[in-house]
T-cell receptor, first 114, second 113 residues
């Protein structure tokens, strides 16, 4: 059974700092990995999707890397802003079976202080 | 708005009542998923549709839960005889194919009192 762990559970940084969020998964047989952002009481916003054949994806100030063999991904946020404050969720899509469901970690709660 | 739409956004119900939620996926997406999220946890898979066919149900989906996707368009999730433990955020997601980017709706927050 796939398990996804996110470290740290919470992170507080001053505005302007660069930061890294970590995600690990137990079964490396995945199709892809997706990072999401969730604001309090809201749904999930997709940030980046990395296919299993890719090493990294970039979108603006965000960069996500994937090391499938070691079961790890990182989300790098450059020059953090107070508007980046949210919970960041990592999810993997397993290649076993046919339903392509996502397995999520519990998330990292990020607070960026002005 | 061409994103995933869920209705209602919030629902408060008394224990024992039935509730129904609706999800409208992105129009060309044939995969539709339901997830449930409780406070401090990541979303957990409930069920999956490919077009109108419900192909998998999680063990989390007791016999009080039923989901449909008539004609492969919108989907409904019904909970019968609600219990306090059903209180959660119910999230719907859709994707074009099985391994492409998943897009989520804003969720329906259910509170059972």
């Amino acid at each position: 059974k796939q398990e996804v762990t996110q470290i740290p559970a919470a992170l507080s940084v001053p505005e302007g700092e660069n930061l890294v969020l970590n995600c690990s998964f137990t079964d490396s047989a995945i199709y892809n990995l997706q990072w999401f952002r969730q604001d309090p009481g809201k749904g999930l916003t997709s940030l980046l999707l990395i296919q299993s054949s890719q090493r990294e994806q970039t979108s603006g100030r965000l960069n996500a890397s994937l090391d499938k063999s070691s079961g790890r991904s990182t989300l790098y946020i450059a020059a953090s802003q107070p508007g980046d404050s949210a919970t960041y969720l990592c999810a993997v899509r397993d290649s076993g079976g046919s339903n392509y469901k996502l397995t999520f970690g519990k998330g990292t709660l990020l607070t960026v202080n002005p | 708005d061409t994103g995933v739409s869920q209705d209602p956004r919030h629902k408060i119900t008394k224990r024992g009542q039935n509730v129904t939620f609706r999800c409208d996926p992105i129009s060309e997406h044939n995969r539709l998923y339901w997830y449930r999220q409780t406070l401090g946890q990541g979303p957990e898979f409930l069920t999956y549709f490919q077009n109108e066919a419900q192909l998998e149900k999680s063990r989390l989906l007791s016999d009080r839960f039923s989901a449909e996707r008539p004609k492969g368009s919108f989907s409904t999730l019904e909970i019968q005889r609600t219990e306090q433990g059903d209180s959660a955020m119910y999230l719907c997601a859709s994707s074009l194919t099985g391994d492409t980017e998943a897009f989520f709706g804003q969720g329906t927050r259910l509170t059972v009192v």
